[in-house]
């Protein structure tokens, strides 16, 4: 079946550092990709995504890259801030009986200290 | 207006109690979505509905009732619940067969 791997948390950095997530999926198909993102005491908000091999989400200056050879979609920031600091969860979505059906990763936890 | 609102923030309930959790959108979404998440742990799908009808059902027990009553609405009913059904309960929408999923920010369930 369908399932994503993330690396563990916590990642702790400080501001201004370099960021990466690794994530890793395994799928049927041609699944579509995504980071979310999910705030202290809040639902999820969908940060980026790409649709196909070699496509580039970006958004808030976070990218991640569609990597169909290593099946990998990791989350990198050139720069982050302390407001970065959240749960961050990379997914994929296959359509099932026309609708998606999301697959979360496990979730990497991001601290960004001044 | 592209929020998913979620009601109530908070709840906590008995094993024997009887309460419903709320779920309201006005973006024209015809797919709706609930999810579980327990702490420090991925949001799992529960429930899907499309066009007001229950699409997907992921063996969720029966202690969970969904209901839809119109397009921009969504009901979790509980009933007898078990203290490990403790989490945050998120719901979701979407345009019918669209990729982007919206996400109220919860209820977080306590069951004693």
């Known amino acids: 079946g369908n399932s994503v791997t993330q690396m563990e948390g916590p990642v702790t950095l400080s501001e201004e550092a370099f960021l990466t997530i690794n994530c890793t999926y395994t799928a049927t198909g041609y699944p579509s990709l995504f980071w979310y993102v999910q705030y202290p005491g809040e639902g999820l908000q969908l940060l980026l995504k790409?649709?196909?091999?070699?496509d580039k989400g970006s958004n808030k200056g976070f990218e991640a890259t569609y990597r169909k050879e290593t099946t990998s979609f990791h989350l990198e920031k050139g720069s982050v801030q302390v407001s970065d600091s959240a749960v961050y969860f990379c997914a994929l979505s296959g359509l099932n009986t026309g609708f998606q059906k999301l697959v979360f990763g496990t979730g990497t936890r991001l601290l960004v200290s001044p | 207006d592209t929020e998913v609102t979620q009601t109530p923030k908070h709840l906590v309930m008995g094993m024997t109690n009887k309460k419903s959790l709320k779920c309201e959108q006005h973006m024209g979404h015809r797919a709706m979505y609930w999810y579980k998440q327990k702490a420090k742990k991925p949001p799992e799908l529960m429930f899907v509905y499309s066009y007001e009808k229950l699409s997907i059902n992921e063996s969720v027990p029966s202690r969970f009732s969904p209901e839809c009553p119109n397009s921009s609405l969504l009901n979790l009913h509980l009933h007898a619940l078990q203290p490990e059904d403790s989490a945050l309960y998120l719901c979701?929408?979407?345009?019918?067969?669209?990729?982007?999923?919206?996400f109220g920010s919860g209820t977080q369930l306590s069951v004693l």
């Open positions: 790409a649709t196909k091999a070699d």
């Open positions: 979701a929408s979407s345009q019918d067969r669209g990729e982007k999923l919206f």
